[in-house]
C-alpha cells in the first residue's frame, strides 16, 4: 500500500491506497446530464500509462511517426500532450488539499478539469491534482505525477488474490442500472439503462474482436453475449461461413472450447494481467474484458421471474421482480472502441481503417 504526498513540501495528501487496473471507463463521457457515481472504491488507485488533458493536438500537428512511437496507428482528432501517468483516487480518499477556486472551471454542472488542476496542497499551495465531478463524467482526482510522489506504507502487505479466489468472491458487474439524471418537474431523475461500465467494456472488446476477425465474420455464444456483441459484428464483417468462434474461457471455467479461435478472458482487477489458458487455446486470439463484466457473462446469476399470477411458488424466498429492461437495445461505447482501435498495428489494413472511418463520420450510429 502506498500514500501520496506533495513533493513541494512533503505533505500527506491521501489516505493509504493499493493500486488496482485502470478501469476501462476512466475517461468516458456517458450521455447528456448524467449523474456518474465515484469512479475508484475507496482505498485504492489506479496510474493511466498514456497522457491525458491539456495541451491537446490536432492531428494535424502530429507527425505520423511520433503517433506510431506512441502507439497511435490510425488518425485521431487530437493526442493529449500532457505529462503520462497520471495517479486516480476517489474524491474522499484526499487529505489536505483545497481546491483552487480560479480553476474552477467546469462544462456543465459541476468541475470538468479543463483549466488545469484545481486542487492545491493545503501546506504549500502547490497545484497537485485535478477534481473532476461534472455531469456525464465519472467523479474522480486525479493526482499529478510531477507534484506527487509515492511512499510505501510500512507494515502494510497487500497480496493479489488469485484467480480461483475471485471467482469465489463473484463480485460481477451487472449489465442493468439505474442511471441518475438530473430530471425535471415533467420527467423521472433516474432511469433504467445499459451500465456505463458495460458499454464502454465492450467498446474496448469489439475493437479487439474485429482485429481478430482478420475480415471474416465472427459468432459468440448466444444470450447476453451475443446480446452485447453480435449485432456489431454483423453490420461491420461480411456474411457466410466460414465463421471464426468467440467463446468465454477463463478460472472456472471447463476447458471444453480448445479449438475456438477467439476467447473472452478477464483481465485481473488489482494487477491487469490477462488471464492465460494453458494448452492449445493459448494459441487463439486473447479479447479482455474487466473481471466484473467477464464474471457475469462467464457465470449469469440467475433470476427467478415472477410469476404472471398467483403468489410466489413453493419454495422461492424472494418476490422482486427482475430488473426492468432498457429502452434500446445495448450499444458499445464509441469512444472506447476508437481509442482502442487506432492503438491495434492491424488497423492499418485497408478494411479496418475504413470501418474506424465509417464510425468516426457516425455511419454506424445505430451501433453505437
Not at 11 to 18: E, G, H, M, Q, Y
Not at 26 to 53: C, K, R
Request: net charge negative; aromatic share 8%.
Amino acid at each position: 500500500m502506498f500514500v501520496f504526498a506533495c513533493v513541494g513540501c512533503g505533505a500527506r495528501l491521501t489516505i493509504p491506497l493499493s493500486q488496482v487496473v485502470l478501469p476501462a471507463h476512466a475517461h468516458q463521457t456517458y450521455g447528456n446530464g448524467i449523474q456518474l457515481p465515484v469512479l475508484m472504491d475507496s482505498g485504492t488507485f489506479a496510474v493511466d500509462p498514456e497522457p491525458w488533458g491539456p495541451p491537446w493536438l490536432r492531428w494535424e500537428e502530429i507527425d505520423p511517426d511520433e503517433a506510431a512511437a506512441r502507439g497511435v496507428y490510425a488518425p485521431v482528432y487530437s493526442l493529449s500532450d500532457g505529462v503520462p501517468g497520471a495517479i486516480v483516487i476517489a474524491p474522499g480518499d484526499t487529505r489536505g488539499t483545497r481546491l483552487i477556486p480560479e480553476n474552477g472551471g467546469g462544462y456543465c454542472c459541476g468541475l470538468g478539469g479543463g483549466d488545469g488542476p484545481n486542487m492545491a496542497c493545503e501546506a504549500c499551495g502547490l497545484p497537485v491534482a485535478t477534481r473532476v465531478d461534472d455531469c456525464s463524467l465519472w467523479q474522480a482526482v486525479w493526482l499529478d505525477p510531477n507534484a506527487v510522489r509515492r511512499l510505501p506504507v510500512e507494515g502494510a502487505d497487500h497480496t493479489p488474490s488469485s484467480w480461483a479466489e475471485l471467482v469465489a468472491k463473484g463480485k460481477g458487474t451487472p449489465p442493468v442500472e439505474p442511471i441518475a439524471t438530473w430530471g425535471s418537474w415533467q420527467w423521472p431523475n433516474d432511469c433504467w439503462s445499459w451500465s456505463p461500465q458495460w458499454e464502454a467494456a465492450a467498446g474496448r472488446a469489439l475493437a479487439h474482436l474485429l482485429v481478430a476477425s482478420g475480415g471474416q465474420p465472427v459468432t459468440v455464444p448466444d444470450g447476453l453475449t451475443a446480446e452485447v456483441f453480435q449485432r456489431a459484428l454483423d453490420a461491420m464483417l461480411p456474411a457466410g461461413p466460414p465463421a471464426r468462434r468467440a467463446v468465454l474461457a477463463g478460472p472456472g471455467r471447463p476447458a471444453s472450447d480448445t479449438d475456438a479461435d477467439i476467447l473472452f478472458v478477464p483481465i485481473h482487477p488489482q494487477t491487469g494481467e490477462t488471464w492465460t489458458p494453458p494448452g492449445p487455446a493459448a494459441s487463439a486470439y486473447l479479447v479482455p474484458l474487466p473481471f466484473g463484466v467477464w464474471l457475469w457473462l462467464a457465470f449469469p446469476e440467475p433470476h427467478l421471474p415472477a410469476p404472471a399470477s398467483g403468489g410466489m411458488p413453493a419454495g422461492v424466498l424472494r418476490d422482486d421482480p427482475p430488473a426492468p429492461r432498457p429502452h434500446h437495445l445495448f450499444r458499445a461505447d464509441r469512444s472506447a472502441f476508437q481509442h482502442t482501435l487506432v492503438r491495434q498495428p492491424a488497423v492499418r489494413s485497408p478494411w479496418l481503417r475504413e470501418i474506424l472511418e465509417d464510425v468516426t463520420q457516425r455511419l454506424y450510429a445505430r451501433l453505437f
